[in-house]
C-alpha cells in the first residue's frame, strides 16, 4: 500500500482510490520517465541536438534541428515499445477458433496480418526492462533481425524459460501485437537472442533504437506539429556567413605576412580542410548547431597549429645549415609527433563525449572527431605534397618575409622562475571566480530552468532577432523563433520563472504588449492582444509554461562524459610522457581555464552589451576551452620531451626554459589566427551569437595562458619534488 491510497471492500468488490497529490505524483513520474526516453530514442535515431522541454502538465514539446524524414521520428515517438516474451498455447485451438479467451489467456493479433490469430499466456515470462542492448543484424536465413542481450537476471529467466519448454513457441509481443512466435528447440543459456521478422535494414534499426531506450509509461499522441525557424535567425546567419568569411579571409593575410608563400600553402590546406568538413557532415545529414560551429572553429585552430608546427620546426632546421630537401623532410618529421599526440588526446576527448554524451556534446563531439581526421590529413599529406612540389622545381625555399623571418624566435624569458608570480595571479583569478559562482552564480538560460512561452501572430512577415533584442531588454531574457508561418513567432522568457499566479502572467503579456506594439495594428487594443482579435489573427495564440531543456539526466552525463574524457586523456599522456607529472600538468591548466571562463561569465553577464545565459550551446563552448587547452598544452610538452633527449646534462629548469622560448613563436601564432576568427564572428556576426562567441575568445586567451604557466610550472615543480 501507498501512501495517499484508500482501500474500500464493498459487497466482495475492492475500490481503490488515490488522493490529488498522489496522483501527481505518478503523473509527475511519468511525464519525466516519458522525458528521459524520448530523449533516448531521438539521440539514437542520429538526430542532433534536440530541444526537449515540458510543456504544461501533459506535454512534451520536441523541437528537432534539420530532421529530413519526420515521418519517421513521428514513427518512432508514437509506439510505446513494451516488448514482452509470452507462451504460445498452440493445443486449445478450439478456444481460438471461437475467438474465446480462457481464464489466463488472451488471444493476439500478428504485426504484419491481423487475421492471424494467437493464443498466449496472459502472464509475460520476461520483459524489455531486462533488456541492456539491441541492435539491428543479419540473420542468414531470415534476413534483417533484431539481436538483443539480458541483465543477468533476465538471462536466468530466459535460460529458465526455454529450458523448460523445449518444443514449444514463444510469442515476441510489442505493444500487443505479436512480432515474431519461434519455436524453443533448445534451452537459450547465454543472455541474448534474436528477433526476426519481415523487417528491411531500417526497421530492424529502428526497432532496436526503440527497445534499448526503453519502454513509454504511457502511449504519446503527437497533438501539433510545426515547422520553427533557426535559433540564430536568418540576419544572423547572414551575418554570421560573411563574419566568417572576413575572419578567414583575414586568417589567410596573417599566415602569408608569417610565412610567406609558404603561408599561401598553408591557406589552401585550410580551405580544403573546411571543404571535406563540410562536405563530409552533408554527406553523414548532420545538422549545424553552434555546438558543431564550436567543433569547426577548434578544428581551424588545430588545422592553422599543425601547419605552424611543420614550418617552424622546418624553419629550426634551415638554422642547422640543412639542404631544403633534408630541412623539409626532418621538419616534417620532427613536427609529426606533436601532431599527433594533440590530435589523439583531443580526439580521445571528442570519442569519450561521443559516446556518454548527449544532445549538444554529441553534436560537439561529432564534428570535432571530424575534423581531427580531415586536419590530420590536409596538414600531413597536402600540406607535404604542396611544399614538396614547390621544392621539386629548384627554387629557394624561404619561410617568412624579411620582417617576420625572425619573429617571436629570440625571446629569453625565463618561465621557471615567473612560475610564482604566475600562480599568484591565477591564484586571485581563481579566487574571485569560485567567490563570483557561489556567490552571483551564472546567468542560467531558458534551457536549465525553464520558463514560460508564448505563441504570437503579427500581420506581415516579421524579424525574430529584433524582436529578441526588444524582449532581451524588456525581461533581461528572451528566446524567439519562427514558429510556422513567417508572421508567427514562438517567444519563451525565463523571466519570473518561480513565480506563479495570474499577477505574474499579467505582467509578463503587459510587458510583451508594450514592447510589440510597434509591430502590431494600431487598433489592436491590449485585450484583443492577450485573448485573440476578432478574427483570431493577431495577438497571442496560445501561451503554456516549459520545463527545462538540459534535464538532470543530461547534466549527469555531461559531467561524468567530461571527467571520463579527462582520465583517458591523464592515462594517455602519462604513456606517452612516462611522467605522470605531465598528465597532472595538463588536466590542473584544464580545470584552472574552465573556471575561469565560468567566473568571467559569473562576473560580467550583468554589465555587458550582449546576452551571456548559460544556454546548449554555452556546454559546446566551455568543451571547446577544454579541447584548446589540452591540444596547447600537449604541444608545448612534447616540446618540453624533446629538449630532455637533447639536452640531458642541462638543468631540468634551463631545458624547460629554452623549451618553451623555442616553441613561443608557434603558440603565439596559433592562438593569434584562432583569435582572428573568433572576434571577426564576434564583432559581425550578429547579436544572437555574441556570448557563444565571448567564450570562445577567453577560453583561447586562457588556455594559451594556461599551457606556459599553469600546466608547465606544476608539471615542474611536482616532478622536482619527486627527484627529491
Known amino acids: ?99 474465446v479467451e480462457p481464464f489466463g489467456k488472451m488471444i493476439v493479433s500478428d504485426i504484419y496480418d491481423q487475421d492471424i490469430k494467437y493464443l498466449l499466456d496472459k502472464r509475460a515470462l520476461v520483459g524489455g526492462e531486462n533488456l541492456v542492448d539491441a541492435k539491428g543484424s543479419f540473420d542468414q536465413t531470415e534476413g ?42 533448445s534451452a537459450i543459456t547465454g543472455g541474448s537472442g534474436i528477433i526476426t521478422g519481415n523487417f528491411n535494414a531500417q526497421e530492424a534499426a ?48 596573417f599566415m602569408i605576412a608569417i610565412y610567406g608563400a609558404f603561408g599561401a600553402i598553408a591557406n589552401i590546406s585550410l580551405i ?34 599543425a601547419n605552424v ?6 624553419k629550426e632546421e634551415f638554422k642547422k645549415g640543412k639542404g631544403q630537401i633534408k630541412a623539409v623532410s626532418d621538419g616534417f618529421n620532427s613536427a609529426l609527433s606533436s601532431i599527433l599526440d594533440a590530435n589523439i588526446t583531443t580526439g580521445l576527448t571528442a570519442f569519450i563525449l561521443f559516446i ?82 557561489v556567490s552571483i552564480g551564472l546567468n542560467q538560460g531558458v534551457d536549465f ?7 504570437v501572430r503579427f500581420e506581415n512577415p516579421i524579424n525574430p532577432s529584433e524582436i529578441q533584442k526588444n524582449l532581451i531588454s524588456e525581461y533581461g531574457s528572451a528566446e524567439v523563433k519562427t514558429f510556422g508561418e513567417a508572421n508567427q513567432l514562438k517567444i519563451t522568457t525565463k523571466y519570473k520563472v518561480d513565480v506563479e499566479g495570474i499577477e505574474v502572467d499579467n505582467e509578463i503579456q503587459e510587458g510583451l504588449f508594450n514592447s510589440l506594439r510597434i509591430y502590431l495594428p494600431e487598433k489592436l487594443t491590449y485585450n484583443d492582444f492577450v485573448n485573440g482579435s476578432e478574427d483570431k489573427q493577431v495577438g497571442i495564440m496560445s501561451s503554456i509554461k516549459v520545463g527545462p531543456t538540459i534535464a538532470d539526466d543530461i547534466k549527469n552525463n555531461s559531467f561524468l562524459a567530461i571527467i571520463g574524457s579527462l582520465i583517458v586523456v591523464f592515462l594517455y599522456i602519462l604513456l606517452r610522457f612516462r611522467k605522470w607529472q605531465f598528465s597532472l600538468g595538463a588536466v590542473t591548466a584544464v580545470f584552472h581555464d574552465v573556471l575561469i571562463v565560468l567566473g568571467i561569465f559569473s562576473l560580467t553577464y550583468k554589465i555587458m552589451p550582449f546576452n551571456m545565459e548559460i544556454d546548449q550551446a554555452f556546454i559546446a563552448a566551455i568543451l571547446t576551452v577544454i579541447g584548446y587547452s589540452l591540444n596547447d598544452t600537449v604541444v608545448v610538452f612534447d616540446r618540453i620531451r624533446e629538449f630532455v633527449g637533447e639536452h640531458s646534462k642541462w638543468e631540468f629548469d634551463q631545458t624547460i626554459d629554452s623549451a618553451l622560448n623555442s616553441t613561443l613563436s608557434r603558440t603565439l601564432n596559433t592562438s593569434l589566427t584562432t583569435l582572428i576568427v573568433l572576434l571577426t564572428i564576434f564583432i559581425f556576426g550578429g547579436e544572437s551569437i555574441r556570448g557563444f562567441m565571448f567564450a570562445l575568445i577567453i577560453g583561447v586567451i586562457i588556455g594559451t595562458y594556461s599551457s606556459v604557466f599553469i600546466a608547465t610550472p606544476v608539471m615542474y615543480d611536482f616532478h622536482k619534488e619527486d627527484l627529491k
Open 1 to 99: 500500500m501507498y501512501r495517499g491510497t484508500t482501500i474500500k471492500i464493498n459487497d466482495n468488490k475492492l475500490d481503490i482510490k488515490l488522493d490529488d497529490l498522489y496522483k501527481k505524483t505518478i503523473q509527475d513520474s511519468a511525464i519525466k520517465q516519458s522525458l528521459e526516453i524520448v530523449r533516448k530514442r531521438i539521440d539514437e535515431s542520429g538526430t542532433k541536438e534536440p530541444l526537449i522541454q515540458r510543456s504544461g502538465k501533459k506535454r512534451i514539446l520536441l523541437q528537432l534541428p534539420g530532421v529530413k524524414d519526420p515521418e519517421r521520428i513521428k514513427e518512432l515517438l508514437g509506439k510505446t515499445a513494451k516488448l514482452t516474451f509470452h507462451l504460445v498455447d498452440d493445443e486449445n485451438s478450439n478456444a481460438l477458433k471461437a475467438n
Open 144 to 185: 534483417h533481425a533484431v539481436s538483443f542481450r539480458f541483465d543477468t537476471e533476465g538471462a536466468q529467466k530466459f535460460g529458465k524459460i526455454t529450458s523448460s519448454n523445449i518444443g514449444k513457441r514463444l510469442a515476441v509481443v510489442l505493444d500487443g501485437v505479436v512480432i515474431t512466435a519461434p519455436r524453443v528447440n
Open 206 to 253: 529502428d526497432l532496436a533504437v526503440l527497445l534499448r531506450a526503453g519502454a513509454l509509461p504511457a502511449p504519446l499522441e503527437i497533438v501539433e506539429e510545426r515547422s520553427v525557424g533557426a535559433g540564430l535567425g536568418a540576419d544572423s546567419i547572414s551575418a554570421g556567413k560573411i563574419a566568417a568569411m572576413i575572419g578567414m579571409f583575414l586568417v589567410c593575410i
Open 272 to 305: 580544403a580542410n573546411i571543404f571535406i568538413i563540410i562536405s563530409l557532415l552533408g554527406t553523414i545529414g548532420a545538422t549545424l548547431t553552434l555546438p558543431g560551429i564550436a567543433g569547426i572553429v577548434l578544428t581551424i585552430g588545430m588545422a592553422v597549429d
Open 309 to 314: 608546427l611543420i614550418f617552424e620546426r622546418i
Open 356 to 437: 556518454f554524451g548527449t544532445g549538444p556534446i554529441k553534436g560537439f563531439a561529432t564534428t570535432l572527431l571530424i575534423g581531427i581526421v580531415t586536419s590530420l590529413f590536409t596538414a600531413i599529406f597536402i600540406t607535404r605534397i604542396l611544399i614538396d612540389s614547390k621544392i621539386s622545381n629548384g627554387k629557394t625555399v624561404v619561410f617568412g618575409t624579411k620582417r617576420t623571418k625572425n619573429l617571436f624566435s629570440n625571446f629569453k624569458i625565463s618561465f621557471i622562475q615567473l612560475r610564482k608570480l604566475s600562480y599568484s595571479f591565477s591564484t586571485v583569478f581563481l579566487f574571485i571566480s569560485i567567490f563570483s559562482l
Open 449 to 455: 530552468v525553464g520558463g514560460r512561452s508564448y505563441t
